[in-house]
């Protein structure tokens, strides 16, 4: 067979070929979708990612610096009778206890708003002088430095501690010695940040408190409370950072004691309480409707959780600067880069592909960014999911917007040109696969099929005008619906010839064997035709309806050949010439179809074949072996 040669039309240029128009969509979506991300477009998807992975993540850490004690139920129990306001001295008691099983920092979540001294003032009398020695002992555990106090600290207000605890406190220090223990939900109300300062109007208000954690984490770590910059663990925090809070895990993650262990008088003695050496200790109320438990990622969802004390909330946030649990945005460059790798190859494929498909592609990058977002959140690291989806969605409807858009005008091109040349439901199909074909000229293997009226001329001079158009478009009616049957490509007619080929523009493998079946029924289709040619012209006495069939298989250049004013969808080259030069033999060889060695070959088994012959043909100086195709076999006509 001969081999093919260089195509004589213009390719493509290779990015062209590789989808280049889908690639520039995909890098206009990974811009899009990151100006969407920076204008916080995606950041309630963001949220939901990140809360899902601490869902499915649970318990991730387990907190060890860091002990919570609880004012319970169970406490409040043992003194029904008496109010919070007059539990200083049980207070001081668990400070002194905790400060003698070597805590390195005690601080109360709870707001200190008022005293006994303040509110036994306003009776007056002896009330009021005793009042002065009833919070002593508190007062000096506040002096001994160790134990820090809840502020708050709103836009509106400042509020702190009463008066008389904060002049209790070493050189009246509150900033060193008080935090704010506001926590700074998001918009939806979960916890997932802090800030080392919140975030309040500074000009309302000479006073800066750090907040409530991060001043125990910088007690804890001996650092100085002034400044606008901090270390924990290597990180440095500035002041006016925004931390995503790192929590080791769901509520109850962070080891408790009730509060009544400590007032028992053998406190010390408690193997519990002597393990609490060099821990942050937070006291916190989780009585019953103390309003002190709040959203966080874990209580959302499907996976529903119970609420946080806002006491583990400072607690799990405590433990997270001192033992470097921080969860770090993905830099930028790694952001963009990971979209590039997952958008690209996705869409040179989605050029290519139907949209069904495309959308099966599609399920990788979105199933990708999810694992990479956990995976990230594994290692630390806040992967934009949502970003990531979102770019691969945009590309995929910006692909198949484009194809359907602008595309679909080259498909109705592509179908008005083909449609002289196929039939409907064959070109919708070329039209639907992956195979759509370079109308500038491409080199393909093809079957060529060839196939003339004899004795044409004598017939027509016999015949009027209209009598031969008759004729004509009545044979040729009944030949091409054959060879449309067939897949053929009805070429041309050229006069009383029809060129057929098979195997283009839509590809098939089998299309040697096509062209002998369709040569076979056009056969039967031209006897069947002199019959109707004696019925139509009886009494002409014309001669004999009969017709010769060519039929070679080679490479030839198949596209739009012609001028800009006139082309045509055609093949041209040596096969097409030699399917051409057979159909021309079969009067000399005698006989109905003649076929070249390459289509019996390429055809295979399954065809009666009658003499065989080497011929010479004109343009060829190498003779070509040819057979003479009676029909099909026994076993091929019964399968």
Not at 17 to 30: C, Q
Not at 251 to 267: H, I, M, Q, T, Y
Not at 456 to 483: D, H, K, W
């Amino acid at each position: 067979m001969t081999q093919p040669m260089t195509t004589s039309g213009k390719q493509k240029p290779l990015w062209r070929r590789m989808g280049g128009w889908g690639l520039i969509i995909a890098l206009l979506a990974i811009v899009l979708a990151e100006a969407l991300a920076r204008g916080g477009m995606l950041l309630s998807i963001e949220r939901f990612y990140g809360d899902l992975w601490y869902r499915l993540a649970g318990q991730r850490a387990a907190v060890e610096h860091v002990v919570l004690i609880k004012l319970d139920e169970a406490t409040l129990a043992e003194y029904p009778d008496e109010p919070l306001i007059f539990w200083g001295p049980r207070f001081a008691k668990v400070s002194a206890v905790l400060r003698e099983a070597g805590a390195s920092v005690i601080a109360f979540d709870m707001l200190f708003s008022t005293s006994p001294e303040q509110w036994l003032a306003k009776l007056g009398g002896l009330k009021a002088s005793a009042a002065r020695d009833f919070d002593q002992a508190f007062r000096q555990e506040l002096a001994s430095g160790k134990v820090l106090l809840a502020g708050m600290q709103t836009p509106e207000e400042t509020l702190l501690p009463a008066p008389d605890y904060l002049v209790a406190l070493p050189d009246f220090d509150a900033v060193r010695f008080v935090g704010a223990a506001d926590l700074q939900p998001d918009s939806d109300g979960t916890l997932r940040n802090f800030s080392p300062i919140p975030p309040v109007d500074r000009n309302k208000d000479d006073l800066r408190l750090l907040s409530l954690p991060f001043l125990m984490a910088v007690h804890a770590s001996q650092q100085s409370t002034d400044g606008e910059q901090w270390q924990f663990a290597g990180r440095s925090i500035r002041a006016e950072d925004r931390i995503t809070l790192a929590y080791a895990g769901p509520p109850g993650s962070v080891p408790s004691l009730s509060l009544r262990e400590l007032l028992k008088p053998d406190a010390l003695s408690n193997p519990k309480i002597q393990a609490l050496r060099g821990k942050v200790v937070v006291i916190g109320a989780s009585y019953g409707g103390m309003n002190d438990a709040h959203l966080t990622p874990y209580g959302r969802g499907l996976f529903d959780a119970p609420l946080m004390l806002g006491a583990e909330i400072q607690a799990q946030t405590v433990d997270a600067l001192l033992s470097g649990r921080f969860i770090d945005e993905l830099p930028a460059v790694w952001r963009l880069s990971l979209a590039v790798l997952l958008v690209l190859p996705a869409a040179m494929l989605w050029w290519r592909k139907r949209p069904v498909a495309g959308l099966a592609i599609l399920l990788f990058p979105l199933f990708v960014a999810a694992l990479a977002g956990y995976i990230g959140f594994a290692y630390k690291l806040q992967v934009p999911v949502a970003h990531l989806q979102l770019t691969a969605g945009l590309a995929y409807a910006g692909i198949y917007g484009w194809r359907f858009t602008h595309g679909e005008r080259e498909r109705d091109r592509l179908r008005g040109i083909f449609s002289r040349y196929l039939e409907p439901q064959v070109v919708e199909a070329l039209l639907g696969s992956d195979q759509l074909p370079q109308l500038g000229g491409e080199q393909l293997e093809m079957t060529v099929l060839f196939t003339d009226i004899r004795n044409f001329t004598t017939i027509s001079e016999q015949l009027t005008p209209q009598e031969v158009v008759e004729m004509l478009n009545s044979y040729f009616g009944r030949a091409c619906a054959v060879l449309a049957e067939e897949g053929a490509c009805i070429d041309k007619f050229i006069g009383d010839a029809i060129m057929a080929e098979f195997g283009v523009p839509l590809k098939t493998l089998d299309h040697a064997r096509r062209a002998l079946a369709a040569a076979i029924r056009l056969k039967q289709v031209a006897e069947d035709f002199r019959q109707w040619m004696h019925e139509r012209f009886p009494e002409r006495n014309l001669p004999e309806f009969a017709i010769g069939i060519g039929v070679h298989t080679g490479y030839a250049v198949v596209g739009n050949i012609g001028t800009a004013q006139r082309m045509e969808y055609t093949a041209i080259g040596d096969s097409v010439n030699l399917a051409s030069r057979l159909e021309g033999m079969t009067k000399i060889v005698g006989c109905v179809i003649l076929a070249s060695r390459d289509t019996l070959e390429s055809a295979g088994a399954g065809f009666s074949l009658g003499r065989a012959s080497t011929v010479t043909v004109k343009g060829r100086a190498q003779p070509v072996d040819v057979w003479e195709i009676l029909g099909l076999e026994a076993s091929e006509k019964n399968a």
